[in-house]
């Protein structure tokens, strides 16, 4: 949740999300709302186990081909998904994706990070790690300049999360592959936004220059972090306008206000978290020990 809200939360973008699209939100295991801790004894899943859930929700819902959109390590999965089951993916918009294995100082920084959720539970040391990972300097704050309110709100968030539950997904995404030779071969449309400032920059830049130019295109906004959908959610709306405008699924609506306001045509009652796909139910997944 922590990654969209200041995206679908823009009026600009509710307009041209939540008109055209039905929103469905897939959260790691154990992470959805009130999420109980999970078992010491359960096995950590695999990224392929992560992907293969996507299967699972989207056969659940009963859905075709749909347009997948994800942050960070989100990204990756919907990356790799996107690679398995071509035939479910119309395209992709990956903000700050990653796709090459941890590089070393990431692997250190990752097994930090498990120590500390492993003795300390989520710490403010593990707090301020997550956080440069995710915001740039800007809004992270100063002794001199307070934190963002999307900073605090993060942190509140990072604050409800049961710490074996991150672990674990940390673990996960510490054992990724590199999936770069495997991006050659999609054929989806994938626009990709990423901040000058993130941490992951360079791995945005990679993963541009492997996939096929006539079909993907790269976003760089500047004096942004990671989440550009929290920082800069304004900077994404006419790149991704235009990107959903190329399948013929955006229809511009006629606005009777002020062009500023385009919430003036949407139902009030469509702009409840609960309708904008934010607190979906979860879903009952399987995870399969054995390969």
Not at 101 to 123: D, I, Q, R
Request: with cysteine; hydrophobic share 40%; proline share 7%.
């Amino acid at each position: 949740m922590s990654c969209f809200q200041g995206l679908f939360f823009c009026p600009e973008a509710a307009s041209l999300l939540l008109h055209n699209f039905c929103i469905y939100h897939i959260s790691p295991p154990g992470h959805e709302l009130g999420a109980a801790a999970l078992s010491p004894e359960d096995p950590v899943p695999s990224v392929d186990d992560l992907t293969d859930q996507i299967l699972e929700v989207l056969n659940y819902f009963r859905l075709g081909a749909v347009m997948g959109m994800g942050v960070m390590a989100g990204a990756y999965i919907l990356t790799l998904f996107a690679m398995k089951y071509k035939e479910r993916i119309l395209g992709l918009i990956l903000v700050s994706p990653l796709c090459r294995a941890p590089s070393w100082t990431e692997w250190f920084h990752n097994k930090v990070m498990s120590n500390l959720l492993y003795f300390y539970g989520m710490c403010e040391l593990l707090k301020e790690y997550l956080l440069f990972r995710y915001f740039s300097k800007e809004v992270r704050g100063s002794a001199e300049v307070p934190e963002s309110d999307i900073v605090q709100a993060c942190r509140r968030l990072l604050d409800e999360r049961q710490s074996i539950n991150v672990l674990r997904f940390l673990q996960a995404l510490d054992r990724r592959p590199d999936i770069s030779e495997g991006l050659k071969t999609l054929r989806c449309r994938t626009l990709i936004f990423v901040g000058e400032n993130s941490p992951f920059h360079s791995e945005a830049l990679h993963i541009t220059s492997k996939l096929d130019g006539r079909c993907s295109a790269l976003v760089e906004v500047q004096a942004c972090g990671s989440m550009v959908t929290e920082e800069q959610p304004l900077a994404m709306l006419i790149p991704m306008e235009y990107f959903v405008m190329g399948y013929g699924l955006y229809r511009p609506v006629k606005i009777s206000g002020s062009p500023r306001s385009p919430l003036s045509c949407i139902a009030p009652e469509l702009l409840s978290p609960q309708n904008m796909g934010l607190k979906l139910k979860p879903i009952k997944t399987r995870l399969s020990t054995q390969r």
